[in-house]
T-cell receptor
Framework: GAVVSQHPSWVICKSGTSVKIECRSL??????MFWYRQFPKQSLMLMATSNEGSKATYEQGVEKDKFLINHASLTLSTLTVTSAHPEDSSFYIC????????????FGSGTQLSVL | RKEVEQDPGPFNVPEGATVAFNCTYSNSASQSFFWYRQDCRKEPKLLMS???SGNEDGRFTAQLNRASQYISLLIRDSKLSDSATYLC???????????FGSGTKLNVKP
């Protein structure tokens, strides 16, 4: 299957700092990427849809000024958690759609964010 | 109403058992359907797509019932390594959203 690379895998940061997470499609171009958040023992929650060259579309209840998404190229989307707080601690996963006629969704390996 | 609903389980089965999961979706215009597998603290991985005619991949069989708006996953001869959470995913025709079920947890016991 297609490869989506996500970095970093783990981040520990102090409250108030900003954290950037990168998501790259390594062997295909992704016009659309998705960012999810998952709390322990809960399902994936879609945060936003990232479209190359345009503004991201955020799901209801997700603060766009807090979770900044940039999708400047067909292979890279970034999520920046600004002024992180302990309640932002979670597992963040990106994904990208691959394929022209049989679209499938492939995931990065996720980023575990812990805010102290 | 949620876009996709699944029984959260857990399903506790012995090795070698056959187990089936169902998933219902609310939007009759949904176009594509998938089963993903997620291990603890890992990213979801595509298990198989679900086609209208039903499809099989080894011990795994997926079926779609558009009239009743549900998809199913059947696992035969369960292995210990099948223990994971299985996610049902539904997407509309333009693939602009992928809706996930909350997942069904499977525990295969020796």
């Amino acid at each position: 299957g297609a490869v989506v690379s996500q970095h970093p895998s783990w981040v520990i940061c102090k409250s108030g700092t900003s954290v950037k997470i990168e998501c790259r499609s390594l062997d295909f171009q992704a016009t659309t990427m998705f960012w999810y958040r998952q709390f322990p023992k809960q399902s994936l929650m879609l945060m936003a849809t990232s479209n190359e060259g345009s503004k991201a579309t955020y799901e209801q209840g997700v603060e766009k000024d807090k979770f900044l998404i940039n999708h400047a190229s067909l292979t890279l989307s970034t999520l920046t958690v600004t002024s992180a707080h302990p309640e932002d601690s979670s597992f963040y996963i990106c994904s990208a759609v691959q394929g022209s006629f049989n679209e499938k969704l492939f995931f990065g390996s996720g980023t575990q964010l812990s805010v102290l | 109403r949620k876009e996709v609903e699944q029984d959260p389980g857990p399903f506790n089965v012995p090795e070698g058992a056959t187990v089936a999961f169902n998933c219902t979706y609310s939007n009759s215009a949904s176009q594509s359907f998938f089963w993903y597998r997620q291990d603890c603290r890992k990213e979801p991985k595509l298990l198989m797509s679900v086609y209208s005619s039903g499809n099989e991949d080894g011990r795994f069989t997926a079926q779609l019932n558009r009239a009743s708006q549900y998809i199913s996953l059947l696992i035969r001869d369960s292995k210990l390594s099948d223990s994971a959470t299985y996610l049902c995913v539904v997407t509309p025709y333009n693939f602009n959203k992928f809706y996930f079920g909350s997942g069904t947890k499977l525990n295969v016991k020796p």
